[in-house]
């Protein structure tokens, strides 16, 4: 899985993915109003309003991009027709032909790892059938419960040639609570880097391994750090734009050839109509909006990386 | 929501709860074939199967119980109806009186573990109305993120009276690849249990705090020092059973007056009609044999703790 995804980032020169993490607060109102007229003020209008303007923001943008990472939470909070609008995201951006990287931040002890992977990237057996739930192409996982939580990833990794991305060093202000600590010789975001390349070892495709890492865009430094310590990871980066990192803070999270990370966007992309640079598109054109949001931050990426 | 919990246990005098956790091996020949029968060998079949099963136990058990955790892994696995049944779940368990421990381990960047939070605990609002999608009455939660990544559950715990219970020491056999690391003075899993205590001490009613722990049957000693750590803080200890935690090592998760922790059995009760131990029962009394296993369970603490 992480060629395709690498060929899709070379052949569009597009180190970026959006991502698809509506709050309802993004949607136009006349999105809004649709949905709400068909299935009232109810968990399934706001689902209907979520996955319309995905759709919109994907048909805009999708030949710009490689890949969409939807956070599911953003799904999850409108319980289960928020859950069909993700199913029905993941399958539109496959459509398009983009890589979908599930935003999920599981893990948890082996069997029930096992469970998400089959749900979320894997296949699970029903009698003489076999389904493949959410079927996402990549999911992101979270180390806390060291190697048995995230070998089913691995597993399904190998069976099913899926990618991960371990939480190396997340984007957020309070990351360095516990990630930054020192266990004397390397910190945890350190250990937990080392472990990736371990869990990578046997999923090598190429220049780079199936299992990445997460490193957050708003810690530059860490992220030259990781890029050296980890060098076959694909380095999946949050925190550009909306959380406070620029393209200047992101060459080092590359490879000297510009491969070898990926910077996520979501608000920044997704919510560009409600921004004063963007308004000339007005409420209406939302998706071209975005489109030009996208733009803008390729150029500023290219600049840095390329 | 602590002392309801607190309430259900003393009144049982039942620090147990059950895991629902189902996995379609558990589930009787008769049940799955039912299920098939009106939904066909499908997702929807199996949800259907996982349901009825969970809800025959349940009749067969509420009154022995203050609290059931449903594991949503176990039901995210089969997808959207999978989660129509996990829903259904939390529903029924409530109707029978029954406290509902979201077994989610959830855990974000700020915005998202608030979409978490709203759709497991708390709510969301959709136009003018108001909705509570998944409505547990606890949930677990990941602290990798750090306090930003763990404050919107607290939010959620203070406005809609609800619990949650974070990972400190997991029960599973790799936890220490991490967790047991020390940092010069303490090691990961002490540093996360003085958070725990930081992030419980606005959310204390009587004498537990709504900010409660999770800590495996699995280490008793770290179990003992983890009591004393985190005085207020209830611990939800899983791993006993089938993971291999017995009664004799849950003394020190416990105060000397029997409260202060909780503990889960999931296949050591819901499939126990598959242990030769239970084979009396047969596979069409299966609700029966969870009800002994409960029953068993309960002597073997009740002589650890009380």
């Known amino acids: 899985m992480i060629q395709k995804l690498v060929k899709a980032i070379s052949e569009k020169k597009a180190p970026v993915v959006v991502g698809l993490d509506p709050m309802l607060d993004y949607i136009p109102a006349a999105i809004k109003a649709d949905a709400f007229q068909k299935y009232g003020e109810t968990l399934e209008g706001a689902a209907e309003a979520v996955f319309v303007f995905n759709k919109e923001i994907v048909d805009a943008a999708s030949d710009l991009i490689p890949a969409v990472k939807p956070q599911i939470a953003m799904y999850e909070q409108f319980g289960v027709p928020g859950l069909q609008a993700y199913k029905k995201t993941v399958d539109y951006c496959q459509e398009k032909g983009l890589v979908v990287i599930a935003d999920i931040k599981r893990g948890d002890i082996g069997s029930t790892s096992g469970a998400y992977a089959a749900g979320h990237l894997g296949a699970v057996k029903v009698g003489g059938n076999t389904f493949a739930p959410f079927d996402a192409d990549m999911a992101t996982v979270n180390p806390y419960l060291g190697s048995d939580g995230v070998n089913p990833f691995l597993e399904v990794c190998k069976t099913c040639d899926k990618g991960i991305f371990v939480l190396v060093k997340t984007s957020n202000p309070s990351s360095g609570e516990f990630q930054d600590r020192s266990f004397g010789d390397v910190t945890l975001y350190e250990a937990v880097a080392d472990r990736v390349n ?66 996520n966007s979501s608000r920044g992309i997704i919510a560009a109509w409600k921004q004063d640079k963007y308004k000339e598109f007005g409420e209406a054109k939302f998706g071209e909006a975005s489109r030009k949001a996208v733009q803008d931050m390729l150029d500023d990426i290219r600049a840095a990386v390329y």
């Open 198 to 263: 371990a869990w990578g070892s046997d999923l090598m495709e190429g220049e780079y391994s199936n299992v990445g890492a997460v490193v957050g865009a708003t810690y530059p430094e860490m992220g030259r750090e990781l890029r050296a310590r980890m060098p076959h990871a694909y380095i999946l980066v949050p925190g550009y734009g909306a959380q406070g990192g620029t393209g200047k803070d992101l060459a080092g999270f590359f490879h000297k050839d510009g491969l070898g990370a990926i910077v």
